[in-house]
Nanobody, 122 residues
Framework: QVQLVESGGGLVQAGGSLRLSCAAS????????IGWFRQAPGKEREFVAH????????YYADSVKGRFTISRDNAKNTVYLQMNSLKPEDTAVYYC???????????????WGQGTQVTVSS
C-alpha cells in the first residue's frame, strides 16, 4: 500500500508561482511512477504531469508544458510540482496519484492523495 499526502497549495496572483509536494509512504515508493492531476469545480479530473520511478522521464499536459515542472527526490520519498506563470484557469484541487497503468488516465491509478487547493486570482 502507498499513502500520499499533498501540500503546498494556496492563493496566488496570476503570474505567480507555487510548489506542490506529494509525500509518499508505505512500501518502496521510489519504485512507483507518480502523476499529478487537477479538478476544477464542475469539471472532470484532468491529467497535469507524470514522472517515472527514477525521475528520468517526465510527461506534461499541453496546457502546462513550459510552465510546470515535475520532479522527485526518492531519498525524501517526495514528488514536487513546480508551477510558474500561473493563470486563473489553473485554479483547481490538485491531486497526486501513484502506480498508473496509463499515465494520463486517472482511472488507472491505484493510489490517491486527498488533494490540495490552488487558487489563482486575476
Amino acid at each position: 500500500q502507498v499513502q500520499l499526502v499533498e501540500s503546498g497549495g494556496g492563493l496566488v496572483q496570476a503570474g505567480g508561482s507555487l510548489r506542490l509536494s506529494c509525500a509518499a509512504s508505505g512500501r518502496t515508493v521510489s519504485s512507483v511512477a507518480i502523476g499529478w492531476f487537477r479538478q476544477a469545480p464542475g469539471k472532470e479530473r484532468e491529467f497535469v504531469a507524470h514522472v517515472n520511478w527514477s525521475g528520468g522521464s517526465t510527461y506534461y499536459a499541453d496546457s502546462v508544458k513550459g510552465r510546470f515542472t515535475i520532479s522527485r527526490d526518492n531519498a525524501k520519498n517526495t514528488v514536487y510540482l513546480q508551477m510558474n506563470s500561473l493563470k486563473p484557469e489553473d485554479t483547481a484541487v490538485y491531486y497526486c496519484a501513484a502506480e498508473p497503468k496509463h499515465i494520463t488516465d486517472a482511472r488507472t491509478y491505484r493510489h490517491w492523495g486527498q488533494g490540495t487547493q490552488v487558487t489563482v486570482s486575476s
